[in-house]
């Protein structure tokens, strides 16, 4: 990726990838409200596509919160291959690698970019994929670790 349009179409892909991946995960929740949440992500998602479509035809609209807390937990697990028939347990390990990974790419993105407006768009969505990884480390802390 040498050009800024070829970072934000790898980015725009990955949040279409991402809305899909919470899509299919919300069709496998158990239980209502975990099943209302993935798709509400999904819907994120997509909005982060928007934004990200957005900024590549000018629009930089997106202003950074303050900073999330990371519970680190994603970076001590395993990496998990996502299947039709993936566990609760191995979803929740998917989607905080997979917004852990987010936060990655835009947080060096945001360090990359010349433009000053683009970087508060990748800082912003930055500090989106942090939250979303934050509740699903906390789910799996409260639903998984503690269980075991």
Known sequence: ????????????D???QA???YTSFAARAEKAGMKKMLLEFAEEEKRHKERLLAAKTGERKLTPEKEVLNLKISDYLV???PSDNISYQDAMIVAMKKERAAFKLYSDMAEKVPDT???QVFVGLAKEEAKHKLFFETEYEEHVLMHN
């Open 117 to 119: 407006n683009l970087k």
């Open 14 to 16: 990955q949040e279409q």
């Open 19 to 21: 809305a899909d991946f």
């Open 79 to 81: 990496d998990v291959d």
């Open 1 to 12: 990726m040498n050009t800024v349009d070829e970072v934000l179409d790898y980015a725009i």
